[in-house]
C-alpha cells in the first residue's frame, strides 16, 4: 500500500473511531488554550486541568497575567514541572499579546511564534482548536511515534515530520489527525508494549520499530 493510500485509510477508520475529537485540555478562549497548551509540556492533560482553573481564577484575563507577580505564578504552575520557565513564558506571552496585539490572541503561525515559548506545536493546537485554522500538523511525542511506526515519516525531527505529514492529508484534516494520532497513541499504541492484536490499523500499519 502506498503511504498516501494509508494516510488515507488511517483518516477514515481513525474518523470512525473519534468522531467528534476534541483537546483533553480544559478551555474556553483562545487565551485559555494557549496557556493550558503551554502548562501541558512534558506534563500530563489531567494535571494541567487541575492548575488552569487555579491559575484562571487568580488571574482572569490576559492583562491580569501580564501584571501578574512572576513567583506568584510559579507557585500556581509548580506541578506542571519547569515551572519557573512556563511562568516566564506565560508572562511574556501575555505582554507581548497586550502590547502587540491589542490584548488579543493572535491568529496566525507567523504571529504566535513570536509570543514567549510559544513554538510550532503549540500554535496549531491554537490555531486548529480556538480558530478554525489550519496552518500545521501539531507534532507531540505520541503523533511523532504513530507516524514513524506507520511508515508515514522516518524523520525524527518534528518539523521534518510535519513537513512529511502535511502533504498526506487534506489541510482541512490537519488538526484532527493530530487530535487522533494522540488519542490513538494513548489508547492502543503507547511507547511500551502497544496493543497491535487489538489494532483496527493492524493491516495496513508496517509496524516500523515494533518489536
Given at each position: 500500500?502506498?503511504?498516501?493510500?494509508?494516510?488515507?485509510?488511517?483518516?477514515?477508520r481513525l474518523s470512525?473511531?473519534?468522531?467528534?475529537?476534541?483537546?483533553?485540555?480544559?478551555?474556553?478562549?483562545?487565551?485559555?488554550?494557549?496557556?493550558?497548551?503551554?502548562?501541558?509540556?512534558?506534563?500530563?492533560?489531567?494535571?494541567?486541568?487541575?492548575?488552569t482553573p487555579v491559575?484562571?481564577?487568580?488571574?482572569?484575563?490576559?492583562?491580569?497575567?501580564?501584571?501578574?507577580?512572576?513567583?506568584?505564578?510559579?507557585?500556581?504552575?509548580?506541578?506542571?514541572?519547569?515551572?519557573?520557565?512556563?511562568?516566564?513564558?506565560?508572562?511574556?506571552?501575555?505582554?507581548?499579546?497586550?502590547?502587540?496585539?491589542?490584548?488579543?490572541?493572535?491568529?496566525?503561525?507567523?504571529?504566535?511564534?513570536?509570543?514567549?515559548?510559544?513554538?510550532?506545536?503549540?500554535?496549531?493546537?491554537?490555531?486548529?482548536?480556538?480558530?478554525?485554522?489550519?496552518?500545521?500538523?501539531?507534532?507531540?511525542?505520541?503523533?511523532?511515534?504513530?507516524?514513524?511506526?506507520?511508515?508515514?515519516?522516518?524523520?525524527?525531527?518534528?518539523?521534518?515530520?510535519?513537513?512529511?505529514?502535511?502533504?498526506?492529508?487534506?489541510?482541512?484534516?490537519?488538526?484532527?489527525?493530530?487530535?487522533?494520532?494522540?488519542?490513538?497513541?494513548?489508547?492502543?499504541?503507547?511507547?511500551?508494549?502497544?496493543?497491535?492484536?487489538?489494532?483496527?490499523?493492524?493491516?495496513?500499519?508496517?509496524?516500523?520499530?515494533?518489536?
Open positions: 500500500m502506498r503511504k498516501q493510500e494509508r494516510a488515507s485509510e488511517i483518516y477514515k470512525q473511531r473519534y468522531p467528534a475529537p476534541e483537546p483533553a485540555l480544559t478551555w474556553s478562549t483562545p487565551w485559555e488554550l494557549l496557556v493550558a497548551t503551554a502548562l501541558s509540556a512534558q506534563c500530563t492533560d489531567e494535571r494541567v486541568n487541575m492548575v491559575f484562571f481564577e487568580k488571574w482572569p484575563d490576559i492583562q491580569d497575567a501580564a501584571e501578574a507577580d512572576i513567583s506568584e505564578i510559579e507557585a500556581v504552575v509548580r506541578s506542571t514541572g519547569f515551572f519557573r520557565n512556563k511562568a516566564k513564558n506565560i508572562r511574556a506571552a501575555a505582554n507581548r499579546i497586550m502590547t502587540e496585539y491589542n490584548g488579543e490572541v493572535p491568529k496566525s503561525m507567523a504571529e504566535l511564534i513570536t509570543l514567549g515559548g510559544v513554538a510550532r506545536k503549540t500554535a496549531s493546537i491554537v490555531l486548529s482548536n480556538a480558530f478554525g485554522i489550519n496552518e500545521g500538523i501539531a507534532v507531540d511525542t505520541h503523533v511523532k511515534r504513530l507516524a514513524f511506526r506507520m511508515g508515514l515519516t522516518q524523520k525524527t525531527d518534528p518539523i521534518q515530520i510535519e513537513k512529511d505529514l502535511m502533504p498526506l492529508f487534506p489541510r482541512e484534516q490537519w488538526g484532527e489527525i493530530n487530535h487522533f494520532l494522540v488519542f490513538y497513541g494513548r489508547q492502543v499504541c503507547p511507547a511500551r508494549k502497544p496493543k497491535c492484536d487489538e489494532c483496527e490499523l493492524n493491516d495496513i500499519c508496517p509496524k516500523k520499530g515494533v518489536k
